[in-house]
């Protein structure tokens, strides 16, 4: 019985983990996604822009060349509208890359 208990309870613990994966590589893939999206939007290279977030892209601050947009999501699911901003004193911003 303790047996049957503790692999019900492994195999509950492994489900848990597998989905917790599964929604980070989701939320890694949409990021992805949306960098392309915005890449070939500009014309530029995926390489050349940077987002603030990897999680919910509405609302995203995003560095491309010395330009920052905020993206806001479209009625589509590959459809972005990104408004220019204009920030002062970007010398206080930091570029921090990330490998997944």
């Known amino acids: 019985m303790i047996l049957a208990l503790t ?6 613990v492994t489900i848990s983990k597998y989905q917790t994966n599964q929604a980070s590589n989701n939320q890694f893939q949409t990021s992805l996604h949306f960098i392309e999206v915005v890449s070939k939007d500009l014309g530029v290279d995926k390489s050349e822009v940077y ?12 560095k ?3 330009n920052f947009y905020r993206a806001m999501n479209g009625s589509q699911p590959d459809k ?12 206080a911003i930091e570029l921090v890359e990330v490998n997944k």
């Open 7 to 12: 692999l019900v309870a492994m195999l509950l």
């Open 51 to 62: 987002v603030n977030t990897s999680a919910d892209t509405d609302g995203a601050l995003i």
């Open 64 to 66: 491309v060349g010395s």
């Open 80 to 91: 972005y509208l990104l408004e220019k901003l204009e920030l002062h004193q970007t010398d």
